[in-house]
DNA sequence: CTCCAGGGTACAC
DNA sequence: GTGTACCATGGA
C-alpha cells in the first residue's frame, strides 16, 4: 500500500441532516484484492457479545484513537463503497480534522490487514488439503487486527483456558468498569481502558468480575510495564526478528508462547506467528481431517510445513471453521 | 456430575 | 529441556 495520504479521495460531503446537528464527511479509500467487506463483516459479527465495535446493517461502527498520546478518538462508521472501495464517515459533532481523517484511514487500513498480498496465501492454500475448503469458503476475509497492543495482550490474557463466550463477558465487563464511552450519530462506543489505570488496580477489583486472581495479577502486570514505558508496540516491532518479539513478551509473567504468538498474530501483523497450542486450532484440523482425536503438535507441525510463512493466515482461516 | 475451554506457572527430575 | 499438578470459572 502507498502513503495513505495519497490514497484518499474526498467523498461527497453534502451537508446532510440525517443526524441535527452532526457534521457528517467522507472518506474513500481503495481496498487491495481479494477483499470481501460481507465476509470479514461477518466474521466481526461472530460474538453478540463484542464491546469494541459494533456490527449493524451491514455497516460497521468503530472509535479510532489518534493524537497526542492516543488521547482523541474518532467515532467512525465504515460501509462498503463502490468498485473496491470502502467509505469512512465520520460520526462525531465537529468535522475531523486533517490528522483525524488520516489517523482513520490508516487504522482502517491496518485492522483489515490492507498492507498483505493475499494471492500468495491463497495459491498455496489451494494445494493444501487442509486449507483448500476453507479459503475456498471464506475467500476475501482478511486477517482482522488488534491494533493496540495492550488490548490485544489483555484479549489474550482473557481468553486463556475459557470458552470464548465467558471471554467475551468478561472482556466487556473489564471494558464497561475502567473504559469509557463515546457516543455520536446514535451510536455509543468504548475506549480501551489505559494502562495506566489497570495499573494502578488491586487484584480484587478484577477479581470480582469474575477474572481469575491469576490473571488479574498477570493483567495488573502487563499494564504496568506499558505505563512504566518498558513495553510497547513499536518497541516489540524493532525487534531484530519476529523470534526477538517472542522472546521478549514471553519473558513477561503471564504471556506464553500461545499469547505471544497471538499477539504477534493479530496485532503485530506477523503472517508467520503461529499459535500451535491453540485448543480451537487442534478442534479445527480434527474436524477437517474427521479425526476421532485431536492432532499431537507433531502431527500438527507435519502439517503445518507447507504453510510456512503463512501460519497466521492459515490459524485465522481454520479457526473460522468453527465458528 | 463430568468434561472441556482460543494456557501459564511453579516445581520436580 | 521434559513432565506434572494446579489454577479457577462458565458452559455443554
Same mark, same amino acid.
Given at each position: =500500500? ?9 467523498? !461527497? &460531503? ?11 464527511? *467522507? ?11 460481507? =465476509? ?16 449493524? *446493517? ?12 492516543? =488521547? ?17 464517515? /465520520? %460520526? ?30 491463497? $495459491?498455496?492454500?489451494? @494445494? ?10 471464506? @475467500?476475501?476475509?482478511? %486477517?482482522?487486527?488488534?491494533?493496540? %497492543? ?21 472482556? $466487556? @465487563? ?12 446514535? !451510536?455509543?462506543?468504548?475506549? /480501551? ?19 481469575? *486472581?491469576? #490473571? ?16 510497547? #508496540? ?13 522472546? @521478549? ?31 480451537? %486450532? !487442534?478442534? &479445527?484440523? #480434527? ?6 482425536? #485431536? ?29
Amino acid at each position: =500500500m502507498s502513503d495513505p495520504a495519497e490514497s484518499i479521495r474526498e467523498g !461527497h &460531503a453534502r451537508p446532510q441532516q440525517a443526524f441535527p446537528g452532526t457534521v457528517q464527511q *467522507n472518506v474513500i479509500i481503495p481496498v487491495p484484492e481479494p477483499f470481501h467487506f460481507q =465476509m470479514n463483516l461477518d466474521y466481526l459479527s461472530r460474538s453478540d457479545n463484542e464491546c469494541m465495535f459494533h456490527v449493524q *446493517n451491514d455497516k460497521l461502527y468503530k472509535l479510532v484513537p489518534y493524537g497526542e498520546k492516543q =488521547m482523541e478518538h474518532a467515532l467512525i462508521e465504515i460501509s462498503a463503497g463502490q468498485g473496491h472501495s470502502l467509505n469512512i464517515r /465520520f %460520526l462525531g459533532d465537529v468535522p475531523p480534522s486533517e490528522a483525524c481523517r488520516l489517523a482513520a484511514v490508516r487504522y482502517v487500513q491496518i485492522w483489515f490487514d490492507f498492507d498483505t498480498d493475499l494471492n500468495p496465501f491463497y $495459491r498455496m492454500a489451494n @494445494r493444501d488439503p487442509l486449507l483448500k475448503e476453507t479459503v475456498k469458503r471464506f @475467500r476475501g476475509l482478511r %486477517l482482522i487486527g488488534i491494533p493496540d %497492543l495492550f488490548e490485544a495482550l489483555c484479549w489474550g490474557i482473557l481468553g486463556q483456558q475459557i470458552n470464548l463466550p465467558f471471554a467475551y463477558t468478561l472482556k $466487556r @465487563r473489564f471494558v464497561e468498569q475502567f473504559g469509557h464511552s463515546v457516543s455520536g450519530g446514535g !451510536h455509543e462506543l468504548w475506549q /480501551f481502558p489505559a494502562p495506566e489505570i489497570i495499573a494502578g488496580l488491586e487484584a480484587e477489583q478484577l477479581t470480582r468480575l469474575q477474572i481469575t *486472581n491469576r #490473571k488479574a495479577e498477570y493483567l495488573i502486570g502487563v499494564a504496568a510495564l506499558i505505563a512504566e514505558g518498558k513495553l510497547s #508496540k513499536p518497541m516489540l516491532q524493532q525487534e531484530p526478528d519476529f523470534a526477538a518479539a517472542v522472546k @521478549r513478551l514471553t519473558a513477561i509473567r503471564g504471556i506464553g508462547p500461545w499469547t505471544a504468538h497471538y499477539v504477534c498474530m493479530r496485532c503485530l501483523r506477523v503472517p508467520s506467528a503461529f499459535p500451535i497450542e491453540d485448543v480451537g %486450532l !487442534h478442534n &479445527a484440523i #480434527k474436524l477437517m481431517l474427521s479425526m476421532e482425536r #485431536k492432532p499431537t503438535l507433531d502431527e500438527i507441525r507435519q502439517l503445518a510445513q507447507a504453510w510456512t510463512g503463512w501460519e497466521a493466515y492459515a490459524t485465522f482461516y481454520l479457526w473460522r471453521m468453527l465458528y
